[in-house]
């Protein structure tokens, strides 16, 4: 260990820090030799006489007052006793041959003529004797002064007090606090790995324990959990079957687990461990505890009140804490990287039953989002950190959950979920139910469970509450800090402590915490608001043992049968068992409109909730209730009200649980938020190159301050400056400072985000995709006309109701799925206006048991709906069963898109021109719904209850098509050609007719008025393109494609479109990838093939989907960016939510995406330029010459410049328009290297430029500051000469100007000067460095220690120095005042500087220039972008 120390410390025993390259003073500016120069303001040593008669008259004794006698350090006291004379350098009287006293101190400084530094001491004491009378004024240097050196047995009359240096004390390293310290590293080097055979011993089959689980329930009984059913009810679903480690095998990792799987493996305590784990938080403590006492023993807070005082010396103290510092370092690092896995690597690994602690590993999964091809390094460097994960399992995450136990029942909680423990399999699991699988099965349950049924449930499945943890601020404080970056600035700050930078230290270690209070109240603040929407629960009645008992929600279990209330909280996921409900599904969906809630038919139907056509019947957690009824259920004749007794206390509606907790779609949401996936942007992946491209050149400027200056001890820690300077702490945070601003400026446009990351990925969204109604169009649907069909032929689109034939208007009237609450209608847009067209009204009070709605005419006619079949995504239609009051006849009615009722219809009842006269109306623009009947006659309501759907649709005649307009926004033109005018394609997906929506797309600009659309449908299940104007075949499509790309134009000429049914044979054939970006509408898309449409989009380039968060759910969560036109609460429907239901809301929001990660790589760009400038410029520049700029210079730039105009950068306004293109999104691509790089060029230029100026001026050379005789160490005294000066000028300029340069925002922000804040600041920045470098001497000037000097010193040079007051000088002239002249010449170089970096950055990096260098690239190797028709 010793041996170390001295390796690491003693790199020279004797050093000088002196430039390498030339030789400080040696000539003039005319290349002659420098005059040796006299220097003034040295002070004379003490004189020692044998009697104070013997004291020249200068210094002689003054005669003492009376009362006080003179001693023999030459001054008068009372006393005489412990009076110590300085002449015995604190040696006895008797060691000396005669005794000597001393004379009073010369108070006054002496000038020494031709001073040379090798002679200094004998000058000084010849210029003193000379002033005093001892030395003739004519004798010159090298005569005898007849004044004798200290000696103790010297004799002379007079001699000088110049005392023998004292040994400095030195550690030995075999004192006492060095032997503890060595014992207690020893002991806890031994105990380490004494815990480590014990543990590997009790270990030694832990491989066989370990159990391999999936997170997600099964859909199927899993053998092991069947025996274990108790249930009468429901079947117990676990997860799939945990994975036995084979015997032979004992090396399975988290590495190795596929998707979805994580591996468990049980821990419990051991009191050895817990010794071994306080001690390493101990040790922990124990290292920073041991950096702050080095730290407080340098400025002598810990022995005595005296420096060094436990270290003995500067030296070995320098060496000591070099030492720690690497020691602790290590330490701390290790300490982060193993944080997650310590606990338990200081406990017994054992079989799963036995723990008392789970820990479950799993693999984060990572979304990698880039652009193009990225650059070789980019690459390399990602294999190689892709490598080293996986090698490490740094791509592994450990969790460890505490086990619990309720009874003989032993769980975990993971993430929210219960898991349990099943004996037979002996892996803990998690747990679902599955209830029923049709109506009928799940009616079935209406009687709810008992209390024994019901606890063994809760104690599967868990508490239907989602517990969110939220840390106290302190705590959330500590987990802030406990990271890299925060040890990294905490590593550099004891160096800065230590090295006397306490000042500068103290006002880093202010931002530092300011800014993290800021960001753990921001966090806390966004987990206080998930903790609000997840911990939800209330009372509610529920059937329990046969009876209502009420119950809390988290007491709820799947099974359970609950009454419903109006305005009650939905806290399940379920179906409707009785009556009917009305619930607002805004905060799931997104959809602003009630959804009406149907109760369970009494059938054999096939329910699951996740298809469309069980949503009809099922309610789900987070969802409010507005409105709920006690219409009849199901089927009337077969109904659940005739299987139980009327009960006048029965509540009249109910939902049975299906699902609780993490199960429900709530839950899984919430979880997302809590435990999201990771997604990787280009940005992510350049930063690692950046740090390592940074880091390396932090390597070489730390090699660079080491050997300028000296290769000492010293230098070491000026090497460390370098290094923090080189890689700034603030980095990380100024890439998410954009992202933050960006956000801030969407809320206020009320546009919501709940994920950061994404808005710089909205910068880079080239594909933009909408669904048509609601998004791109109104909402709402207008009632146009219906359109008759007689005898297979079309009659004329009428639009007044009542001329319909009443067969027609029944039609109309009943063929919907709208019902009236509260006298507002609620239902399908489509469906209500539909309704309100035809005047009829909804009677509440049934005439009959078998209806489910009464529908009274205008006339008051009347007619009672009997069945009612919800519409279907998969079918394209619903249908009804009505009963005319009148003749007794029951009619059926199905009405759809018109295709689908094309194909169930009777074939005789279709017109021949049927296909012509509806495309013709999608081509107006126009909804196009068919409507057919049939009449069965007078029949028993029971049995048409017992009809199947498909027998009651059968044979249906087409007897009149419906016409609804849906109308433009009228800002989706605009908006659709500002995207394309900002190099964005704009595709519809959309559930709506081709044709239709062809209409749409040209009506909004999005298909050009000229351009040709080519329909592709399945026609004999062959894919047949037609032009939808002429209806023509294309034979070729890809030659019509071909054709049009060798056109040269940003507008397609050819438009695709495709039905859902021909782009899903596209995808068979494999020809989707192909055509894709030349398809403009996809058509009659279900939810699901809108998430496969963006799916593809999202393998091409970066995809936006923007919908109104209907059927749009899916879709807007799995594109790169969603947008949803909603009102709903932004975390819940998709990662970006609007309040404004405009699609120019895309448009702000790909601006404001734009400006945030322009804004971004700015803030990037000013911090390397800010390493560029400090770490080579300015660091290295004063190491070569053994200078260091004025510690006022250093607060200002760290402790409030960088930040104050890192803020002022993010203030940059964004852009009123869309440019086209985007910025680029690379932190080591050619256009951020070519701006940074190219301002550092032109910054050393002018640097070095200022400085080959300064050595061109007679009034610097031969007053060069030399070093060679000043400790290093103290670097606050190397700022007092001109090389200091004229470093810290230009570098304050150009690390100012650098904000100016950053600021300008090309097309993705406004003008520079709308940048108020940074305006402001870098104005009143720059006055200030100007103030500083040309006014005359003064006192704030003097703070920079800039142009100033000693007070007489100053005067001398004929300047007023009444308000200068600071400590004086350390060099030869005692000032480093630039002549005027020279002050502007060099000013004007400064300003000559901040132009061209402005002009470089505006016409060069931004300006035609770059572009067309740009332009050259691509011509020459092509654009790895991949090029489409906007």
Not at 1030 to 1045: G, H, M, P, S
Request: aromatic share 10%; hydrophobic share 45%.
């Amino acid at each position: 260990m010793v041996r170390y120390l001295v390796l690491v410390t003693g790199l020279a025993s004797v050093a000088y820090a002196f430039p390498a390259f030339n030789v400080p003073n040696s000539v003039n500016v005319d290349g002659d030799t420098c005059p040796v120069m006299d220097r003034s303001g040295l002070m004379c040593p003490v004189l020692c006489v044998r009697d104070f008669n013997n004291c020249p008259d200068l210094i002689q004794p003054s005669e003492c007052p009376a009362g006080e006698q003179l001693c023999d350090d030459g001054a008068c006291y009372d006393s005489c006793d412990n009076v110590e004379n300085p002449c015995l350098c604190g040696m006895s009287a008797s060691d000396f041959d005669v005794l000597y006293k001393a004379c009073p101190s010369y108070s006054t400084s002496v000038t020494v003529k031709q001073y040379n530094l090798s002679t200094k001491q004998e000058q000084i004491e010849f210029a003193c004797a000379q002033t005093w009378g001892l030395v003739s004024r004519n004798a010159t240097f090298g005569s005898d002064t007849s004044v004798a050196l200290w000696a103790t047995n010297e004799t002379a009359t007079t001699m000088w007090n110049e005392c023998p240096l004292a040994a400095e004390p030195k550690l030995s390293f075999t004192e006492t606090v060095c032997l503890a310290f060595y014992g207690i590293i020893g002991a806890e080097v031994l105990l380490y790995i004494l815990w480590h055979a014990y543990k590997s011993i009790r270990e030694r089959h832990a491989a066989q324990m370990r159990r391999v689980c999936s997170q997600l329930p099964k859909t199927q009984v899993s053998p092991s959990v069947a025996s274990d059913k108790q249930y009468e009810k429901g079947v117990v679903q676990s997860g799939p079957s945990s994975i036995d480690v084979p015997m032979s095998d004992a090396t399975v990792s988290a590495s190795q687990l596929p998707a979805g799987s994580m591996l468990l493996r049980g821990y419990k305590n051991d009191i050895a461990g817990l010794f071994m784990y306080g001690l390493t938080l101990l040790s922990t403590a124990g290292w920073i505890a041991l950096l702050m006492i080095i730290v407080l023993d340098y400025y002598g807070k810990v022995k005595g009140g005296v420096a060094y005082g436990l270290l003995a010396n500067s030296n070995d103290s320098m060496s000591v804490f070099i030492f720690v510092w690497h020691l602790a370092a290590i330490w701390l690092i290790a300490m982060l990287a193993c944080k997650r896995r310590l606990r338990n690597y200081f406990r017994i690994e054992c079989s799963l039953p036995q723990a008392r602690v789970v820990q479950v590993e799993e693999r984060q999964e990572e979304v990698i989002m880039t652009e193009g091809r990225q650059n070789r390094l980019t690459q390399l460097v990602t294999k190689a950190y892709n490598a080293v994960v996986l090698k490490f399992g740094l791509n592994i995450v450990a969790e460890s959950c505490a086990t619990q136990h309720i009874g003989a029942n032993q769980f975990i909680e993971y993430r929210c979920t219960r898991y349990v423990f099943i004996e037979k399999a002996g892996s803990f699991e998690c747990h679902a139910f599955v209830l029923g699988e049709t109506h009928r099965s799940l009616l079935d349950c209406h009687n709810g469970l008992t209390s024994a049924e019901a606890d063994a449930r809760l104690t599967r499945v868990g508490e239907n509450f989602i517990r969110v943890y939220v840390p106290s601020f302190p705590v959330g404080l500590l987990q802030e800090l406990f990271s890299y970056t925060y040890l990294y600035q905490m590593m550099c700050l004891f160096v800065w402590f230590y090295f006397n930078y306490f000042k500068l230290a103290l006002v880093q270690l202010c931002v530092i915490l300011i800014s993290a209070f800021i960001k753990v109240f921001i966090r806390l603040r966004s987990e206080r608001r998930v903790k609000m929407l997840a911990e939800r629960r209330n009372q509610c009645r529920v059937r329990r043992n046969g009876v209502w008992v009420d119950l809390d929600t988290a007491d709820l279990v799947p099974g359970d049968v609950v009454a419903v209330e109006a305005n009650m909280e939905v806290m399940c996921d379920g179906c409707v068992l009785r009556g009917e409900v009305v619930v607002d599904e805004s905060s799931l969906t997104g959809e602003a409109m009630p959804v009406r809630k149907l109760p369970l038919k009494n059938e054999a139907i096939a329910y699951d909730p996740q298809n469309s056509a069980s949503k009809a019947y099922s309610v789900y957690a987070g969802t409010r209730v507005l409105q709920c009824t006690g219409s009849s259920y199901g089927s009337a004749p077969t109904s659940l009200d005739t299987m139980v007794p009327v009960d006048s206390a029965e509540p009249q509606t109910q939902i049975l649980v299906l699902r609780t907790r993490t199960a429900t779609d709530k839950g899984k949401l919430i979880q997302r938020i809590l435990f999201p996936i990771r997604y990787s942007f280009v940005l992510d992946e350049q930063l690692r190159v950046s740090i390592l491209a940074l880091l390396a050149y932090g390597g070489v400027v730390f090699g660079l301050s080491i050997w300028l200056m000296g290769a000492d001890r010293t230098s070491w820690y000026y090497g460390l400056f370098v290094v923090s300077q080189a890689f700034p702490p603030l980095l990380p945070a100024a890439l998410v400072i954009g992202q933050s601003v960006a956000a801030d400026r969407l809320r206020r446009q009320q546009i919501f985000c709940i994920d950061l990351p994404r808005i710089n990925l909205c910068g880079k969204v080239r594909l933009m995709l909408f669904d048509k109604t609601g998004t791109l169009t109104h909402s709402g649907m207008q009632f146009y006309s219906v359109q008759e069909i007689a005898n297979t032929t079309f009659g004329n689109a009428e639009q007044n109701i009542e001329k319909l034939s009443d067969q027609i208007q029944i039609g109309l009237a009943s063929c919907h799925a709208a019902t009236e609450i509260d006298q507002q209608l609620i239902g399908n847009p489509v469906d209500v206006e539909q309704f309100q067209a035809t005047g009829w009204r909804i009677e509440n009070n049934r005439e009959d048991a078998h209806s489910l709605d009464t529908l009274i005419a205008p006339d008051h006619r009347t007619v009672h709906v009997v069945r009612r079949f919800e519409f279907e995504h998969a079918r394209q239609s619903m249908s009804v069963a009505v009963q005319d009051a009148a003749t007794r006849h029951v009619h059926v009615f199905v009405k759809g898109s018109f295709e689908r009722i094309k194909k169930i219809a009777r074939v005789d009842s279709v017109p021949a021109d049927y296909d012509a006269v509806t495309a013709a109306w999608a081509k107006q623009g126009c909804y196009v719904l068919a409507l057919a009947h049939r009449d069965l006659g007078e029949m028993d309501l029971g049995s048409v209850s017992r009809m199947p759907r498909a027998q009651l649709e059968a044979g249906c005649s087409l007897v009149s098509l419906l016409l609804f307009r849906n109308t433009l926004k009228e800002d989706t033109p605009q908006a659709i050609a500002e995207l394309r005018g900002g190099d964005t394609r704009s595709v519809m997906v959309t559930g709506d007719t081709a044709l239709t929506a062809a209409y749409i797309a040209r009506e909004c600009g999005m298909v050009d008025a000229t351009a040709r659309v080519v329909l592709g449908t399945i026609e004999d299940d062959a894919l047949i393109w037609r032009d939808t104007a002429t209806d023509k075949v294309v034979d070729d499509i890809n030659a019509e494609i071909c054709a049009v790309t060798a056109q040269d134009s940003q507008v397609s000429q050819v438009e695709l479109a495709v039905t859902e049914a021909a782009f899903n044979w596209l995808i068979k054939s494999g020809q989707i990838r192909h055509l894709l970006l030349h398809i403009r509408i996809f058509a009659r898309m279900t939810p699901q093939g809108k998430i496969t449409c963006v799916n593809l989009h999202m393998e091409r380039a970066v995809t936006a989907m923007c919908g109104d968060g209907g059927n749009d759910t899916g879709a807007l969560r799995a594109a790169h960016v969603g947008i949803a036109l909603s009102e709903a609460e932004a975390s819940i429907v998709s990662p970006f939510s609007s309040a404004n239901p405009s699609i120019m809301s895309c448009v702000t929001l790909l601006r404001e995406g734009r400006a945030g990660l322009a804004t971004t790589l700015a803030a990037y760009k000013f911090l390397v330029n800010y390493a560029v400038v400090m770490a080579l410029l300015l660091e290295v520049t004063q190491f070569y010459f053994s200078v260091i700029v004025p510690e006022a210079v250093w607060i200002m730039v760290d402790g409030f410049t960088t930040s104050i105009m890192i803020l002022s950068i993010t203030q940059a306004q964004t852009a009123k328009k869309l440019a086209p293109s985007r910025p680029t999104g690379q932190l080591i691509g050619a256009h951020t290297l070519a701006s940074i790089w190219g301002q550092a060029a032109i910054n050393i230029a002018f640097l070095y430029g200022s400085i080959g100026l300064l050595f061109a001026q007679s009034w610097f050379r031969c007053n060069e500051f030399d070093s060679s005789d000043i400790d290093t160490s103290l670097w606050w005294l190397l700022g007092d000469n001109y090389e200091a000066e004229v470093i810290s000028i230009v570098c304050l300029f150009q690390f100012i100007n650098a904000a100016g340069v950053y600021n300008f925002g090309y097309r993705y922000r406004r003008v520079w000067a709308t940048n108020y804040l940074l305006v402001l600041m870098y104005s009143a920045f720059l006055a200030v460095v100007s103030a500083i470098a040309l006014a005359d001497p003064n006192r704030f000037g003097c703070v920079f220690r800039i142009n100033c000097g000693n007070t007489q010193t100053v005067r001398d040079l004929g300047y007023s120095a009444s308000t200068v007051h600071i400590s004086e000088y350390n060099n030869p002239l005692g000032h480093n005042v630039m002549p005027r002249q020279f002050r502007w010449t060099l000013w004007a170089m400064c300003v000559v500087n901040a132009v061209v970096c402005l002009a470089y950055e505006k016409l060069v990096v931004l300006g035609p220039v770059g572009r067309r260098v740009k332009a050259w690239w691509v011509a020459k190797h092509g654009d790895s972008k991949i090029q489409f028709k906007l």
